[in-house]
């Protein structure tokens, strides 16, 4: 069968957690003995990347964030349309054109993940909610099949819209483990930072992502250093925060990476992992930092508390997050081991879940 996955910046993945599914999913599906096509964009994407094994790219010479992406995923479509046995369409950019987009596949087999409700980040305009707001809603209401990746997501969709999801989470099993000793190494060399000695979060760098709510919260007397790594350079909001926080020696903003070894790094050495966001479903900076046994202090929503099963920490405020962190005996806010590995968060698990929903009888 013929599985076409758009919706997302490209491969190979240098985005964000759409790029990850795509780049992690799409090979174990063709794996699986299916034909896997990933339409991308070309922009600023340099020639001879390397691809995933038994995956086709297809690369667009359109941009594909932003208002930009919903033309872009509409050519996506029609690039795929005649080809694919099913779609799989990831966000709702392209919402008000889904009724239309499954008629076109091949058996109405147009599949939908509506990553984490757009329409609620504080980042769009007002016409861009109202604007997303309805693509939802055309979307949920036009697809044959709808993914949440989190029960919170799943249960605003049956409350708003009536309908029921496929809930199938997002994956982690990529992260690199390190040992001790090469962990030392990287935070030495890369950051000047020892095992244990600092807060961590890694994030986009948005409002309801609660970045300076965290920021405040660092007891001063203590003298841990904050590390946030992110896209600070993108947004009025991240060079606010750059001006505001530059020469504060307990703060680290650091600009986002994708290199596997200083991620590997910083996460497994922290302290404690502190997480803000408060909308988007299964964040995968939340999933991913399971893998290394730290503890963990979220936000107190229930899109949190569906990923960690209720582990960790919550907090809802400033104040909150200072008292926990005050308090000190932070190791028992780590999740258990159990769920550093389970199932749900497994890319190969995830990859037959959507064969099973885009090739069912």
């Given at each position: 069968m013929k599985l076409a996955i758009i919706g997302t910046d490209g491969l190979p993945a240098r985005y964000g957690g759409f790029e990850t599914f795509a780049m992690e999913v799409s090979p174990r599906i063709a794996g699986l003995g299916h034909e896997v096509l990933v339409v991308g964009s070309s922009r600023g994407r340099p020639a001879g990347e390397t691809l995933p094994e038994g995956v086709t790219v297809r690369n667009l010479?359109?941009?594909a964030n932003g208002v930009a992406s919903i033309p872009y995923d509409i050519a996506s479509f029609a690039t795929v349309c005649r080809w694919a046995d099913a779609v799989l369409l990831l966000g709702?950019?392209?919402?008000?054109?889904?009724?239309?987009?499954?008629?076109?596949?091949?058996?109405?087999n147009l599949i939908v993940n509506v990553d984490g409700l757009e329409s609620r980040r504080a980042k769009w305009s007002r016409l861009g909610k109202r604007y997303l707001a309805t693509a939802e809603t055309l979307a949920i209401r036009g697809a044959r099949h709808i993914v949440a990746d989190n029960r919170g997501i799943a249960d605003i969709i049956a409350q708003t819209h009536g309908h029921t999801s496929t809930i199938i989470a997002y994956g982690n099993d990529h992260v690199l483990q390190?040992?001790?000793s090469e962990c030392r190494q990287v935070l030495k060399s890369e950051f000047d930072l020892i095992p244990d000695g600092y807060f961590l979060t890694v994030a986009r760098i948005e409002p309801e992502n609660n970045i300076e709510m965290m920021i405040r919260s660092i007891?001063?007397?203590?003298?841990?250093p904050y590390v946030i790594l992110g896209n600070f350079t993108s947004s009025p909001y991240g060079l606010e925060l750059i001006k505001r926080y530059r020469g504060d020696p307990l703060i680290r903003l650091i600009p986002a990476t994708y290199d596997p070894m200083a991620l590997a790094a910083l996460r497994s050495g922290c302290q404690a992992y502190?997480?803000?966001?408060?909308?988007?479903?299964?964040?995968p900076s939340l999933v991913e930092i399971l893998p290394y046994g730290r503890p963990t202090l979220c936000f107190d929503c229930s899109f949190n508390r569906y990923t960690l099963d209720n582990s960790g920490a919550f907090f809802a405020s400033t104040a909150d997050l200072s008292a926990l962190i005050e308090a000190g005996s932070l190791e028992r806010y780590t999740p258990p081991p159990a769920l550093q590995?389970?199932?749900?968060?497994q890319w190969q698990a995830i990859a037959e879940c959507y064969v099973a929903l885009a090739f069912e009888e």
């Amino acid at each position: 069968m013929k599985l076409a996955i758009i919706g997302t910046d490209g491969l190979p993945a240098r985005y964000g957690g759409f790029e990850t599914f795509a780049m992690e999913v799409s090979p174990r599906i063709a794996g699986l003995g299916h034909e896997v096509l990933v339409v991308g964009s070309s922009r600023g994407r340099p020639a001879g990347e390397t691809l995933p094994e038994g995956v086709t790219v297809r690369n667009l010479p359109l941009s594909a964030n932003g208002v930009a992406s919903i033309p872009y995923d509409i050519a996506s479509f029609a690039t795929v349309c005649r080809w694919a046995d099913a779609v799989l369409l990831l966000g709702v950019s392209a919402g008000p054109f889904v009724p239309i987009m499954r008629r076109l596949t091949r058996g109405g087999n147009l599949i939908v993940n509506v990553d984490g409700l757009e329409s609620r980040r504080a980042k769009w305009s007002r016409l861009g909610k109202r604007y997303l707001a309805t693509a939802e809603t055309l979307a949920i209401r036009g697809a044959r099949h709808i993914v949440a990746d989190n029960r919170g997501i799943a249960d605003i969709i049956a409350q708003t819209h009536g309908h029921t999801s496929t809930i199938i989470a997002y994956g982690n099993d990529h992260v690199l483990q390190i040992d001790d000793s090469e962990c030392r190494q990287v935070l030495k060399s890369e950051f000047d930072l020892i095992p244990d000695g600092y807060f961590l979060t890694v994030a986009r760098i948005e409002p309801e992502n609660n970045i300076e709510m965290m920021i405040r919260s660092i007891p001063r007397n203590q003298g841990v250093p904050y590390v946030i790594l992110g896209n600070f350079t993108s947004s009025p909001y991240g060079l606010e925060l750059i001006k505001r926080y530059r020469g504060d020696p307990l703060i680290r903003l650091i600009p986002a990476t994708y290199d596997p070894m200083a991620l590997a790094a910083l996460r497994s050495g922290c302290q404690a992992y502190l997480h803000g966001h408060s909308v988007g479903g299964t964040n995968p900076s939340l999933v991913e930092i399971l893998p290394y046994g730290r503890p963990t202090l979220c936000f107190d929503c229930s899109f949190n508390r569906y990923t960690l099963d209720n582990s960790g920490a919550f907090f809802a405020s400033t104040a909150d997050l200072s008292a926990l962190i005050e308090a000190g005996s932070l190791e028992r806010y780590t999740p258990p081991p159990a769920l550093q590995t389970d199932p749900r968060y497994q890319w190969q698990a995830i990859a037959e879940c959507y064969v099973a929903l885009a090739f069912e009888e």
